[in-house]
């Protein structure tokens, strides 16, 4: 039994790590690092084809509190992004090229086909759950530690 339970916990350990949008694409992880010194590590979808880019988080119907989507554009652009076939609430962090962050839409309203735009070219935009913005007090000008983004 206790060879059985060793297997179990081997073989799921190999098994990889699915989006939050259900695709097998890249997984990593981000820091926010809020203008008062705190750390908040999430745990990204990344999207940077194009196929990937337009359907987002189209169709989830939850996502881990610790979980997002990062999209990002070979180069820095205005970004507009609606909520057409989104199924959950959103904060929507725009990111410039440097890492910090240019403006955030709080509480991007599901099935809406209203345009979210950055305020200004972005490199990226980051999807997280709507409201945690807010609650983790993470504001523009806050900075996103990311392997992408150049001091």
């Known amino acids: 039994m206790r060879f059985l339970k060793f297997a179990l916990i081997i073989t799921l350990a190999f098994i990889p790590l699915v989006s939050c949008n259900g695709d097998k694409s890249a997984i990593d992880l981000l820091v926010i690092e809020t203008s008062n010194g705190k750390k908040h590590i999430f745990n990204i979808s990344v999207a940077t084809e194009k196929e990937d880019l337009e359907r987002g988080l189209m169709f989830v119907e939850t996502m881990p509190e610790d979980e997002g989507m990062l999209f990002i554009y070979k180069t820095d652009m205005y970004l507009s992004f609606w909520m057409k076939n989104t199924l959950i609430p959103l904060d929507i962090l725009f990111i410039r090229n440097d890492g910090t962050i240019a403006n955030i839409h709080h509480m991007a309203i599901p099935h809406d ?39």
């Open 113 to 151: 086909e209203t345009h979210i735009k950055s305020a200004g070219g972005v490199r990226a935009a980051l999807e997280i759950n709507g409201g945690l913005a807010a609650k983790l007090n993470i504001k523009a000008g806050d900075i996103i530690k990311y392997d992408l983004f150049q001091k």
